[in-house]
């Protein structure tokens, strides 16, 4: 069995409302809370962030999924929508709702279109991220597969 580390550093210099970095290999930001749960909103946030690695790893699963089907697509690009509810204090990360629109290339055949639009449902239920929060949070699938015209 393989095995990957990844691995990310965080400072915090001080309370609540102040603002802190995240740095890996290929990432630096700033990060504190969000505005919307009254915080200075610099950098990024860990809702964003969740909803970053929900959404890439989407993405990034049925772009491989296509390219393994040899389908091929003019375009595929995604809105995410991730929902966090707080109920007496209490925050907890309910919902993301991935859109998805996959545009494929013309003279793809309705066969294909079909494939295309399974594949785009077997993303959401493979990618690893979806996996690791399966049962805490909800994940929806609002998918567009069309032929470009």
Known sequence: ??????????????LR?????????TLNTEISIPPEMDGPGAG?????MLLGAAATCYIITLAAMLERSRIPKASL?????GIVEVEKGV?????????????LSKGCTEKELAAATKLAVKAEQSCMISR???GNVDIELEETVMIQD
Not at 17 to 25: A, F, M
Not at 44 to 48: H, S
Request: hydrophobic fraction near 30%.
């Open 132 to 134: 690791a929060v399966k």
């Open 91 to 103: 925050i907890t990360y309910k919902k993301i709702i991935h859109r998805p629109i996959l545009v």
């Open 77 to 81: 690009t995604m809105e995410s929508e």
């Open 17 to 25: 409302n102040d603002v802190g970095t995240l740095t890996s290999t």
């Open 44 to 48: 990024t946030n860990p809702d964003e």
């Open 1 to 14: 069995m393989n095995t990957h580390s990844f691995y990310i550093k965080t400072d915090w210099p001080g």
